[in-house]
């Protein structure tokens, strides 16, 4: 179960498994709007006041980005383009 406003952990694993292949460009495209936005209201929302669940989610969350993109700062317009493919030359 997630907090309000938050994706459960069920739409998480499913996007995650889910290859980018099989992937329409529309679900690409909302896939990084939405975490986009889970991103932000996990970090706006105190770890105190979370679930024990969505806390845990979020600090694995976190530790993956740090590994994964190692603290990257992209816009979301620069998301939006690596989800769509248009980052490459």
Do not use: C
């Amino acid at each position: 179960m997630s907090d309000a406003g938050r994706k459960d952990w069920s739409t998480k694993a499913k996007e995650e498994v889910t290859p980018d292949s099989s992937k329409s460009t529309q679900q690409k495209v909302k896939e990084t709007f939405t975490d986009t936005g889970d991103k932000f209201a996990r970090g706006a929302q105190p770890d105190d006041d979370k679930s024990t669940g969505q806390n845990l989610a979020d600090k694995a969350g976190r530790s993956k980005d740090q590994n994964v993109h190692g603290g990257t700062g992209d816009s979301i317009l620069d998301k939006t383009k690596n989800a769509l493919g248009m980052d490459k030359h």
